[in-house]
């Protein structure tokens, strides 16, 4: 057994459950991160209500991987990943670990409680099936609502999610700079992707017409984000699997 002094220095394996959970997680994550990745490459994000529809009517499936469906089930498992993080680290700053830790739940809940992809789904099944053009023309009004407000990124909607999540995220991987248990590079490309993430929130507030540098912002950020998302949950697993008490 560890001295009381070297309580703050190790990781308790009784949650090696969570550990297990929070890092296929991560895995599953990045996984469903890298589907969506190649889905809006094959099948470009529509911009009207009546562009959505008529890809509803053609394949319902690409219609909603095409309206953020897969991320609905990564904000899921954002859950137990942030919660193993937070178990393993968080003797290293209780303050800012826990104000993390709030923050993604926060976020997870925004963006669980606005994800509009059935709701446009419903509303182009309305659509096709309405039989004046003032109903159409209504219908065609509410889903390019849902559609500003799913796209919107500095305030409200969805996004908000992301940008909560993103500022937990930036806070943790500092506090894993100064733990063992991840290793810093794992820390510095979790700092770098949320970093983006958070960046893009100005960039759509004073230049949202920059097509060119949101693409360029949405693969790097991609492709770090899949990455630490890849090693933390490695890290995890492998925590799972480790003897009872580690040194972090």
Known sequence: MPEPNQENNIVDKHWKGLYKVGGAAAIVSAILLLIEIIVFTIWPQQTTAIAYFTLFQSNKLIGLLNFYLLEFFTYILFLPLFLAIYIVIRMKSQSSMLIALI???IGISVFLSTNNSFSLLSLSDQYW???TEAQKSVLLAAGQTIIAN???RAVGGFNMGFFLV???GIIMSFTMLKSSVFNKMTAYIGII???????DYLRIIFIPSAT???LIIAVVSGIL?????????R???KLSRSPSIIKT
């Open 225 to 233: 984000l899949l990455m630490w998302l890849i090693l933390v949950g």
């Open 193 to 199: 992707a949320f970093g983006i993430s958070l960046v």
């Open 235 to 237: 890290r995890l697993l």
């Open 129 to 131: 099936a309405a039989t």
């Open 103 to 105: 923050l993604a739940i």
């Open 150 to 152: 799913t796209g919107q």
């Open 166 to 168: 993103s500022i937990a």
């Open 212 to 214: 060119i540098l949101l």
